[in-house]
């Protein structure tokens, strides 16, 4: 069975700290990608890659940052956590052009 | 930004009627696809239907594509409590690896 893991459920943090979120697929994609998902907001892409050591910004990128040193994972780095940065995280892979696959999500919180 | 939006915003129906689901979108694209998202978890997919498709379905799953008004239908046939979710259309536009989601709507079934 094909999976996507996410390293945390429920993840919560004070507001500065460095923040890891980890993102694992077992099904060699190339692509992986990072969503946050708000109440009213739907799905905002932050990050994505299509290859190991290649990034592309979402549609928010501001205040993230992202590490692929390997195929199968992609890190959602929050060098800084603020309040505003309390939400659901999705991380996703797929092959090219093809239907994503989503990993559990993380629900985070900065206090 | 948002390329998909979809339409309404919140439905609720009896379990054994259809349900429809709209989705606008404002670029050319390659595919258009449809999600799942069961409350506070991940998203799954339930279908794609590529540019030059009109028609596609999938079981209980009816979805259409008009690409010259941009814009998507999802029709579950024969709905039970268990469709109860939130439904999301995404779109790749063309020349992009990027997956944008919409706002979703949310389908409520009453048994």
């Known amino acids: 069975d094909v999976k996507v893991t996410q390293s945390s459920r429920y993840l919560v943090k004070r507001t500065g700290e460095k923040v890891f979120l980890e993102c694992v697929q077992d099904?060699?994609?190339?692509?992986m990608f990072w969503y946050r998902q708000d109440p009213g907001l739907g799905l905002r892409l932050i990050y994505f890659s299509y290859d190991v050591k290649m990034k592309e910004k979402g549609d928010i990128p501001e205040g993230y940052s992202v590490s692929r040193e390997k195929k199968e994972r992609f890190s959602l780095i929050l060098e800084s956590a603020s309040t505003n940065q309390t939400s659901m995280y999705l991380c996703?892979?797929?092959?090219?052009?093809?239907?994503?696959?989503f990993g559990p999500g993380t629900r985070l919180t900065v206090l | 930004s948002q390329q998909g939006e979809e339409d309404p915003q919140a439905l609720s129906i009896q379990e054994g009627e259809n349900a429809t689901m709209n989705c606008s979108y404002k670029?050319?694209?390659?595919?258009l696809q449809w999600y799942r998202q069961n409350s506070g978890r991940g998203l799954v997919h339930l279908i794609l239907i590529r540019s030059n498709e009109r028609e596609k379905h999938s079981g209980r799953l009816r979805v259409t594509l008009d690409t010259s008004k941009k814009s998507s239908s999802l029709l579950i046939t024969a709905s039970r409590a268990a469709d109860t979710a939130s439904y999301f259309c995404?779109?790749?536009?063309?020349?992009?690896?990027?997956?944008?989601f919409g706002k979703g709507m949310k389908l409520t079934v009453n048994p």
């Open positions: 099904m060699d994609h190339e692509n």
């Open positions: 995404a779109t790749d536009a063309r020349g992009s690896e990027k997956l944008v």
């Open positions: 670029t050319s694209i390659n595919n």
């Open positions: 996703a892979s797929s092959t090219l052009r093809t239907r994503l696959f």
